[in-house]
């Protein structure tokens, strides 16, 4: 439950800033990076009990991730976006192929990590901008 909880309050919370803060340094990420946290927030409400739900919003929420940072990397040429979606991609196709015997937590942890440095990043980025002089 309280797992559960925090992956939803986390959607929330990157949707505000995708929305606030992040639309103006990169308006397209920002649309994709809100749309992942959509499908966090439902990997939330369909938890594991709800079987082939919870896989397929998973899913959803994973691959939107990669294009986030995919459209992260296009829209401010950033090497750390790029990293992040071929580190994440590394790690779930070594899932896929059985390299290791983990289950399926270590590429979730993986790719979602990879993809929160730059997330974390930007934001500080955006922070340490000086403030738009009025026009």
Known sequence: M?????????G?????YAITALRKHAKYTSLC???SAFFL?????FDEIYGRLHGIVSILFFVSL???ALVYTVEKRSVLGAASFVIGSVAWALYEF????AGVA???I?????????IMLSAIRIYKMPPQESK
Do not use: C, H, K, R
């Open 12 to 16: 929330f919370l990157i949707i505000v």
């Open 33 to 35: 990076l809100a749309g």
């Open 2 to 10: 309280y797992y559960n909880f925090g992956l939803a309050l986390s």
């Open 41 to 45: 927030q439902l990997v939330a409400v």
């Open 98 to 101: 059985d390299v290791y015997e």
């Open 106 to 108: 270590v590429p979730e």
């Open 66 to 68: 990669g294009v986030a």
């Open 110 to 118: 993986i790719s979602a990590t990879a993809v929160a440095l730059w």
